[in-house]
Antibody, heavy 115, light 108 residues
Framework: QVQLQESGPGLVKPSETLSLTCTVS????????WSWIRQPPGKGLEWIGY???????NYNPSLKSRVTISVDSSKNQFSLKLNSVTAADTAVYYC?????????WGQGTLVTVSS | EIVLTQSPGTLSLSPGERATLSCRAS???????LAWYQQKPGQAPRLLIY???SRATGIPDRFSGSGSGTDFTLTISRLEPEDFVMYYC?????????FGGGTKVEIK
């Protein structure tokens, strides 16, 4: 079955760059869209953006100036970079498959922004 | 950006009762591209409904979705103990994709 697993540092300092990777198993990266969604502790869900396996992207305008999503088909992985982070970027970050509705999710990884 | 408003914020019901959750959009959702998710504490959201009314794979038939345009509803026909958790709606007809603020279904 399709499985996604987020990995990356759980603690990032303010003004630095948050970097996460999602490793996909049970599904090839090719021919699908791949997304990132986040959820601040105790709050609702926020769509960050998605990438097609070919490399085309679509980002949330609220984050667009700071976000880069990339894909590495050879490793069956895709990644998220969010620069100039602040405490407001503290959240559980989920990777998902799709560009519309999301049937497959990673378990999520908590990233805390703190000095 | 389409703003989704979910109501009520909290729904207090008993097991076996019917739950009706509302999701109202600030403008019409293109092609009724509206999804519903269930989220248990500490877990990722689980897709229940897509396309406003299509049940996702493996979802029990006590969950149903309806609506069009700006008004959508998730109905749980008979609440089971495991249904007392959080629910979110999401629209994917317009970018940016947006989620509602959620409805918590709690035991009365």
């Amino acid at each position: 079955q399709v499985q996604l697993q987020e990995s990356g540092p759980g603690l990032v300092k303010p003004s630095e760059t948050l970097s996460l990777t999602c490793t996909v198993s049970g599904s090839f990266i090719n021919n699908y869209y791949w997304s990132w969604i986040r959820q601040p502790p105790g709050k609702g869900l926020e769509w960050i953006g998605y990438i097609y396996y070919s490399g085309s992207t679509n980002y949330n305008p609220s984050l667009k100036s700071r976000v880069t999503i990339s894909v590495d088909s050879s490793k069956n992985q895709f990644s998220l970079k969010l620069n100039s982070v602040t405490a407001a970027d503290t959240a559980v970050y989920y990777c998902t498959r799709g560009s519309g509705w999301y049937a497959y999710w990673g378990q999520g990884t908590l990233v805390t922004v703190s000095s | 950006e389409i703003v989704l408003t979910q109501s009520p914020g909290t729904l207090s019901l008993s097991p076996g009762e019917r739950a009706t959750l509302s999701c109202r959009a600030s403008q019409s959702v293109s092609s009724n591209y509206l999804a519903w998710y269930q989220q248990k504490p500490g877990q990722a959201p689980r897709l229940l409904i897509y396309g406003a009314s299509s049940r996702a794979t493996g979802i029990p038939d006590r969950f149903s979705g309806s609506g069009s345009g700006t008004d959508f509803t998730l109905t749980i026909s008979r609440l089971e103990p495991e249904d007392f958790v959080m629910y979110y709606c999401q629209q994917y007809g317009n970018s940016p994709l947006t989620f509602g603020g959620g409805t918590k279904v709690e035991i009365k």
